[in-house]
């Protein structure tokens, strides 16, 4: 009986272990949200470079909507370096990253634009802003890497 109540109590364990384990790994919804915007740079890439290919352009209209969604919800986020920042300087902090945030949903609508309009140099224009608010953006408002 005893060894069946050890059993038991370890087996509790194990699976409340796990369980959270599982949990530290789930991403965050800022997580979810960038990744899945990297998911439409990747395939908008694809398109670009070397060549502009304008025969992808119809196709990657959705990506370039699924991107400005994906923005909209990092939107009203809270980047974890806020928390970082000195207590009276974290509201300024998250209003600099909105701000940033809310040029990069008019970055990835220019990217719509251009897609719809089969302008091959818009669509390179547009790419290369998003890369530029993205290596700005995460110099800014990720922490600094050891
Ligand atoms: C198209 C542009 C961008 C792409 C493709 C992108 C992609 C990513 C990716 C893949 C991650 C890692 C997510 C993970 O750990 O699972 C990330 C993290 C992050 N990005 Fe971006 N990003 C972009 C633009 C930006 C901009 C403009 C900002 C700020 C204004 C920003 C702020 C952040 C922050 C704060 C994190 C850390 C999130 C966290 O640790 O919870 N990103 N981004």
Same mark, same amino acid.
């Given at each position: 009986?005893?060894?069946?109540?050890?059993?038991?109590?370890?087996?509790?364990?194990?699976?409340?272990?796990?369980?959270?384990?599982?949990?530290?790994?789930?991403?965050?919804?800022?997580?979810?949200?960038?990744?899945?915007?990297?998911?439409?740079?990747?395939?908008?890439?694809?398109? !670009?470079?070397?060549?502009?290919? !304008?025969?992808?352009?119809?196709?990657?209209?959705?990506?370039?909507?699924?991107?400005?969604?994906?923005?909209?919800?990092?939107?009203? !986020?809270?980047? &974890?370096?806020?928390?970082?920042? &000195?207590?009276?300087?974290?509201?300024?902090?998250?209003?600099?990253?909105? =701000?940033?945030?809310?040029?990069?949903?008019?970055?990835?609508?220019?990217?719509?634009?251009?897609?719809?309009?089969?302008?091959?140099?818009?669509? =390179?224009?547009?790419?290369?802003? !998003?890369?530029?608010?993205?290596?700005?953006?995460?110099?800014?408002?990720? &922490?600094?890497?050891?």
């Amino acid at each position: 009986m005893k060894s069946k109540l050890i059993v038991f109590t370890f087996t509790v364990l194990a699976l409340t272990a796990r369980s959270q384990i599982r949990a530290a790994e789930e991403p965050t919804p800022l997580e979810i949200a960038m990744d899945t915007m990297l998911d439409q740079v990747k395939a908008v890439k694809k398109a !670009l470079d070397p060549n502009v290919d !304008l025969s992808k352009f119809p196709e990657l209209v959705d990506k370039a909507i699924l991107g400005q969604k994906a923005a909209k919800d990092a939107l009203f !986020l809270v980047p &974890p370096f806020t928390a970082d920042q &000195p207590e009276d300087q974290q509201a300024l902090f998250l209003a600099s990253y909105k =701000k940033s945030i809310a040029l990069l949903i008019v970055t990835w609508i220019d990217l719509e634009v251009a897609l719809r309009n089969k302008d091959g140099e818009g669509a =390179k224009a547009a790419f290369q802003t !998003l890369m530029d608010q993205k290596v700005a953006g995460h110099g800014t408002f990720q &922490p600094p890497h050891p």
